[in-house]
C-alpha cells in the first residue's frame, strides 16, 4: 500500500493524535482512496447507495443484472399458483423476498424491544458437537437441533405451524472514557416463545444474525486465497495479539472443504452457495444444490405440503434464476467514500491505525485476475476487512461453534460503505446481532483480540472521538 504521511510533529496535524511518536502519519488521502471498489466504484450516497451495479458492467450485463434483481426484491409465493417462475415458498421459512432482510441491500435490525418482528434477524440454532456427528460436522459446520434444524423460522404456509417467535430484550452496561464521558451499551437476551413443535434439546445453542449488507460481495470472492491466508497468524508469531485464521468450511459444489469467505463466521465459501441456502433456510426454496424442504422428520404437516418444484425435476430456483441472482448479489457496487481529504477525517484515520484497528480490518486487496466475473478482475479494493476469524473475547461471544469457528470467533466486518448505513437503511444498529445502535458501542463491545485496540479508544479525548467516527463514517 502506498501512504502519504509525514513524521513532521503532532502539533501540525489538524487535529491532535493521542501522542506524539514515529509513527507514519495520514496528511493526504492516498491515491485512488475514494475508489473503494476500484473500477466497479458507485458514484451516489443516496438512499439507493447500496443497490447500483458495478460501475464498469457493459449494457449487456446490466441487463442479467436488473433480472436478478427483480427476483431479489420481488416476493415469492406458495405452492401451486399460476405464478411458477415464483412458487414454492415454504412450507416454513423468515421471509417472502430477499429484499426484506437486505433492507434496500443494506443491513437488517433485531426485532424492537416491544415486538416480535424479527423478519430481517434470523437465530441460528445447533447442539453441542460430538464424534458421531462427525460427517454432518465436516459438511454444516453445527449439528442440528433434531427437531428445528439450523435455524428458526418463525413464519409458516397455512397448515403447518411456524417454529416459534422471537423477541429480543435489553440490559444497560455502561463504559466510561478516561475524561470521564460514558457510553451507555445495552446486551441483548434473546426469548424465543410459542414453540411449534414441543420444546428444544436442552443444550440448544443459539446465534442471532441480522442481515448484513450486500454489497462488494463478488469483490471480496474475488481476493486471492493466497492473500488472505497470508494472514493468517493463529500462534501470534508477530505477538501484537491478533490470531487470526480462516474458517475451513464445506463447499456443496465441489464437495471438499475449503476457505470461508461470507457470513458472520466466514461459513460460507462462494457467493452462490450463500444464495443457495439463504434461499433454503430463509424462505424454503429448493434448488439443485438444497434439493429439499427445510423440514425436520419431527415436523410432519411440513414435509406433507406441495412444493413448486417443477414437473420434470426443475426446482423452485431453477439454475437460470440462481446464476441471476448471484449475478446480482457479485455486482452490487461499492459507493465512494466521501471527504477523504478532510483533516478531521484524516486525523481519524492516523487515530484508527494508532490504535491497531487495522491488525484486522485490513485496509486494501487487489483481486484476482480470475474473478467470477471480468469486471472484478484486477481491482485495486478498499473493504477494511482480512476475513479471517478472531476471537472478539465473552462479552460478544453466542458460544455456537461452525466449522473451525468457535464460540467466540467472528469473521471481521468488512468496513466499506459503513457511514452511509443510516442513509440506505434507515438505522444505525451493528454488529451480528444489532446490538450496537451507532458505531461508538460497535467499537466498544470489540474485546479479545481487539481489547488492545478498544483500550486506546477509551483513552481518546471527544476531539479524537469526533475524528475517529468522521472516519469511520467517510467509508
Same mark, same amino acid.
Given at each position: 500500500m502506498s501512504l502519504?504521511?509525514?513524521?513532521?510533529?503532532?502539533?501540525?496535524? @489538524?487535529?491532535?493524535?493521542?501522542?506524539?511518536?514515529?509513527?507514519?502519519?495520514?496528511?493526504?488521502?492516498?491515491?485512488?482512496?475514494?475508489?473503494?471498489?476500484?473500477?466497479?466504484?458507485?458514484?451516489?450516497?443516496?438512499?439507493? @447507495?447500496?443497490?447500483?451495479?458495478?460501475?464498469?458492467?457493459s449494457p449487456?450485463?446490466?441487463?442479467?443484472?436488473?433480472?436478478?434483481?427483480?427476483?431479489?426484491?420481488?416476493?415469492?409465493?406458495?405452492?401451486?399458483?399460476?405464478?411458477?417462475?415464483?412458487?414454492?415458498?415454504?412450507?416454513?421459512?423468515?421471509?417472502?423476498?430477499?429484499?426484506?432482510?437486505?433492507?434496500?441491500?443494506?443491513?437488517?435490525?433485531?426485532?424492537? @424491544?416491544?415486538?416480535?418482528? @424479527?423478519?430481517?434477524?434470523? %437465530?441460528?440454532?445447533?447442539?453441542?458437537?460430538?464424534?458421531?456427528?462427525? /460427517?454432518?460436522?465436516?459438511?454444516?459446520? %453445527? %449439528?442440528?437441533?433434531?427437531?428445528?434444524?439450523?435455524?428458526?423460522?418463525?413464519?409458516?404456509?397455512?397448515?403447518?405451524?411456524?417454529?416459534? /417467535?422471537?423477541?429480543?430484550?435489553?440490559?444497560?452496561?455502561?463504559?466510561?472514557?478516561?475524561?470521564?464521558?460514558?457510553?451507555?451499551?445495552?446486551?441483548?437476551?434473546?426469548?424465543?416463545?410459542?414453540?411449534?413443535?414441543?420444546?428444544?434439546?436442552?443444550?440448544?445453542?443459539?446465534?442471532?444474525?441480522?442481515?448484513?449488507?450486500?454489497?462488494?460481495?463478488?469483490?471480496?470472492?474475488?481476493?486471492?486465497?493466497?492473500?488472505?491466508?497470508?494472514?493468517?497468524?493463529?500462534?501470534?508469531?508477530?505477538?501484537?495479539?491478533?490470531?487470526?485464521?480462516a474458517n475451513r468450511v464445506w463447499d456443496d459444489a465441489l464437495g471438499k472443504t475449503v476457505i470461508g469467505r461470507f457470513g458472520w463466521k466466514a461459513g460460507q465459501p462462494n457467493v452462490n452457495q450463500q444464495n443457495v441456502h439463504a434461499f433454503a433456510g430463509d424462505m424454503g426454496l429448493t434448488s439443485t444444490l438444497q434439493p429439499k424442504d427445510d423440514c425436520t422428520a419431527a415436523q410432519t404437516d411440513c414435509l406433507a405440503q406441495p412444493n413448486g418444484d417443477g414437473a420434470g425435476g426443475e426446482k423452485e430456483v431453477s439454475d437460470n434464476i440462481l446464476r441471476l441472482v448471484t449475478f446480482y448479489t457479485r455486482n452490487l457496487g461499492v459507493p465512494a467514500r466521501r471527504d477523504v481529504d478532510s483533516p478531521q477525517v484524516l486525523a481519524g484515520k492516523n487515530l484508527f491505525h494508532q490504535a491497531g484497528c487495522q491488525g484486522c480490518h485490513t485496509p486494501q486487496f487487489t483481486t484476482s485476475s480470475q474473478a467470477a466475473e471480468p469486471a472484478l478482475a484486477n481491482q485495486v479494493i478498499r473493504p477494511y476487512s482480512d476475513l479471517l476469524l478472531h476471537d472478539m473475547g465473552p462479552g460478544l461471544a453466542d458460544e455456537r461453534s461452525e466449522f473451525a469457528a468457535n464460540g467466540q470467533d467472528w469473521r471481521t466486518a468488512p468496513l466499506w460503505g459503513i457511514g452511509l448505513s443510516e442513509t440506505v437503511s434507515g438505522h444505525t444498529q451493528y454488529l451480528h446481532d444489532g446490538r450496537a445502535r451507532n458505531l461508538l458501542e460497535a467499537v466498544l463491545w470489540h474485546g479479545g483480540e481487539a481489547q488492545a485496540a478498544r483500550d486506546q479508544v477509551l483513552a481518546f479525548d471527544a476531539e479524537q472521538r469526533a475524528a475517529l467516527l468522521a472516519f469511520l463514517n467517510s467509508l
Amino acid at each position: 500500500m502506498s501512504l502519504s504521511f509525514s513524521r513532521l510533529p503532532c502539533l501540525l496535524l @489538524a487535529l491532535a493524535l493521542a501522542a506524539c511518536d514515529d509513527a507514519p502519519r495520514f496528511t493526504q488521502a492516498e491515491p485512488g482512496e475514494a475508489l473503494s471498489g476500484g473500477q466497479a466504484t458507485v458514484m451516489r450516497s443516496d438512499r439507493n @447507495a447500496f443497490s447500483m451495479p458495478s460501475a464498469n458492467l457493459s449494457p449487456e450485463q446490466r441487463v442479467d443484472f436488473a433480472v436478478g434483481n427483480s427476483f431479489f426484491r420481488n416476493p415469492w409465493v406458495i405452492a401451486p399458483s399460476t405464478t411458477t417462475a415464483r412458487d414454492g415458498l415454504g412450507p416454513l421459512f423468515n421471509t417472502n423476498a430477499c429484499q426484506n432482510c437486505h433492507i434496500r441491500d443494506g443491513r437488517g435490525h433485531p426485532p424492537k @424491544a416491544d415486538g416480535n418482528n @424479527a423478519v430481517s434477524m434470523l %437465530v441460528r440454532l445447533s447442539i453441542p458437537d460430538q464424534p458421531y456427528y462427525a /460427517k454432518v460436522i465436516q459438511q454444516l459446520g %453445527v %449439528v442440528p437441533e433434531p427437531t428445528y434444524g439450523t435455524q428458526l423460522q418463525d413464519m409458516a404456509v397455512p397448515g403447518v405451524a411456524p417454529e416459534g /417467535k422471537v423477541r429480543m430484550t435489553y440490559e444497560p452496561v455502561p463504559v466510561r472514557f478516561a475524561d470521564g464521558y460514558q457510553v451507555e451499551l445495552r446486551r441483548p437476551t434473546l426469548q424465543i416463545t410459542q414453540l411449534g413443535y414441543g420444546p428444544m434439546h436442552p443444550d440448544t445453542r443459539f446465534s442471532a444474525r441480522v442481515a448484513p449488507p450486500m454489497i462488494g460481495l463478488g469483490l471480496l470472492e474475488a481476493i486471492p486465497e493466497a492473500d488472505i491466508l497470508a494472514a493468517e497468524d493463529p500462534d501470534d508469531r508477530n505477538h501484537d495479539g491478533i490470531r487470526g485464521r480462516a474458517n475451513r468450511v464445506w463447499d456443496d459444489a465441489l464437495g471438499k472443504t475449503v476457505i470461508g469467505r461470507f457470513g458472520w463466521k466466514a461459513g460460507q465459501p462462494n457467493v452462490n452457495q450463500q444464495n443457495v441456502h439463504a434461499f433454503a433456510g430463509d424462505m424454503g426454496l429448493t434448488s439443485t444444490l438444497q434439493p429439499k424442504d427445510d423440514c425436520t422428520a419431527a415436523q410432519t404437516d411440513c414435509l406433507a405440503q406441495p412444493n413448486g418444484d417443477g414437473a420434470g425435476g426443475e426446482k423452485e430456483v431453477s439454475d437460470n434464476i440462481l446464476r441471476l441472482v448471484t449475478f446480482y448479489t457479485r455486482n452490487l457496487g461499492v459507493p465512494a467514500r466521501r471527504d477523504v481529504d478532510s483533516p478531521q477525517v484524516l486525523a481519524g484515520k492516523n487515530l484508527f491505525h494508532q490504535a491497531g484497528c487495522q491488525g484486522c480490518h485490513t485496509p486494501q486487496f487487489t483481486t484476482s485476475s480470475q474473478a467470477a466475473e471480468p469486471a472484478l478482475a484486477n481491482q485495486v479494493i478498499r473493504p477494511y476487512s482480512d476475513l479471517l476469524l478472531h476471537d472478539m473475547g465473552p462479552g460478544l461471544a453466542d458460544e455456537r461453534s461452525e466449522f473451525a469457528a468457535n464460540g467466540q470467533d467472528w469473521r471481521t466486518a468488512p468496513l466499506w460503505g459503513i457511514g452511509l448505513s443510516e442513509t440506505v437503511s434507515g438505522h444505525t444498529q451493528y454488529l451480528h446481532d444489532g446490538r450496537a445502535r451507532n458505531l461508538l458501542e460497535a467499537v466498544l463491545w470489540h474485546g479479545g483480540e481487539a481489547q488492545a485496540a478498544r483500550d486506546q479508544v477509551l483513552a481518546f479525548d471527544a476531539e479524537q472521538r469526533a475524528a475517529l467516527l468522521a472516519f469511520l463514517n467517510s467509508l
